[in-house]
């Protein structure tokens, strides 16, 4: 059996995917998987030791058909369901599977604030599609694999950071999902303990007004390292605060202890941190912590995001207790294991 999985982008979403591609190796032992990504997403995917095959797409959807073409799968499991993947599925002509987007119930959500989601991790609906092949969850959570190049050293950080730190996303792929800069620098200043701030080189100014709080307790690592040693420092810190962005699902495949900072978008659409069997209700996670204002009435506004706040006062984020942050992450701390010396 050759199934095709499909998951374009983006860091989040990919990693949202790996129970699926894990579950359908090992309950289908026979299977030969294949995964189609983006080529600017290779990191993510390159060193999973379930994936038999990456197909990339670069600029030219035809060219990828056409080699796709040519591998005879037997099925395509859709886990971004778009016109990119209807293409595909319908080239391909054979069985498929895609995930129930709900974009109607996204909708009224963010529109009416009526929540009809289902109290549900996305992974779970990612996991619907597998379903007919007889793949059930393991309960596992996420995976992410880093290679043994991406492994960093003591030395590639302060010395001040070698017992332990907080690892601060401070990244976001739109500005209404992101912590202000004034808010990181009253949660540094309110919290004790050694900070990594984590981001892009798009973050590092940003990292650079934070750190200028306290240049010895902040160190501003954004845009210094890569995607995946990125990854290492979300995997070694004792605690993870983090914006609704892709690194919070790479710390929750790590077990990580996550407080994670909502402001326009909901966890409610299903894209919190997974631990492997919990939701934001019935089964709750003890190592996730969600800060999110839900008693304003224009929140949620978008299932995405905005360059600016549509109301212009941005209080869902705004209005977040950093001393309630701080303390989140003091009780975390308490209870972690320090960064192992290498």
């Known amino acids: 059996m050759k199934v095709l999985i499909i998951r374009f982008s983006s860091i989040g979403d990919i990693v949202l995917t790996t129970p699926v591609v894990r579950c359908l190796k090992q309950q289908l032992p026979d299977a030969e998987v294949h995964y189609l990504t983006k080529a600017s997403f290779r990191s993510i995917v390159a060193h999973n030791p379930y994936i038999d095959k990456l197909h990339y ?3 030219d959807l035809n060219i990828v058909i056409s080699r796709l073409k040519k591998e005879h799968f037997d099925y395509v499991i ?10 595909v599925k319908r080239a391909l002509k054979v069985q498929s599977y895609s995930f129930p987007k709900l974009n109607v119930q996204k909708w009224l959500l963010t529109n ?9 991790s996305i992974v779970e609906r990612y996991m619907q599609t597998v379903k007919p092949l007889g793949v059930r969850n393991d309960g596992r959570g996420l995976d992410y694999f880093i290679p043994e190049s991406a492994n960093l050293k003591n030395t590639d950080i302060p010395m001040s950071h070698w017992a332990g730190y907080v690892g601060c996303v401070i990244g976001g792929s739109m500005n209404t999902k992101k912590l202000p800069v004034g808010k990181w620098k009253e949660f540094a200043a309110n919290t004790q303990y050694p900070i990594i701030l984590l981001g892009g080189p798009e973050d590092r100014e940003d990292g650079n007004r934070i750190a200028e709080h ?6 501003n690592a954004c845009g210094k390292f890569n995607l995946n040693e990125s990854a290492w420092l979300v995997k070694n810190a004792r605690v993870v605060v983090s914006n609704d962005t892709g690194l919070m699902h790479v710390a929750a495949a790590y077990k990580k202890p996550v407080i994670s900072l909502w402001g326009n978008t909901s966890p409610e659409m299903g894209m919190f941190p997974y631990y492997g069997s919990n939701n934001l209700k019935s089964s709750y996670e003890p190592l996730s912590v969600i800060m999110e204002n839900k008693l304003l009435k224009c929140h949620p506004c978008s299932k995405i995001g905005y360059n600016k706040c549509p ?15 701080a303390e989140k992450v003091n009780f975390f701390w308490k209870n972690s294991q320090p960064l192992k010396s290498n």
């Open 57 to 59: 797409l670069e600029d």
């Open 78 to 87: 859709d886990l971004h369901h778009n016109l990119r993947t209807l293409r």
């Open 214 to 219: 306290d240049r010895i307790k902040i160190y």
């Open 311 to 325: 109301k212009g006062h941005f209080n869902c984020m705004n209005n977040l207790n950093m001393n309630e942050l």
């Open 112 to 120: 009416l604030k009526l929540d009809v989601m289902p109290d549900k």
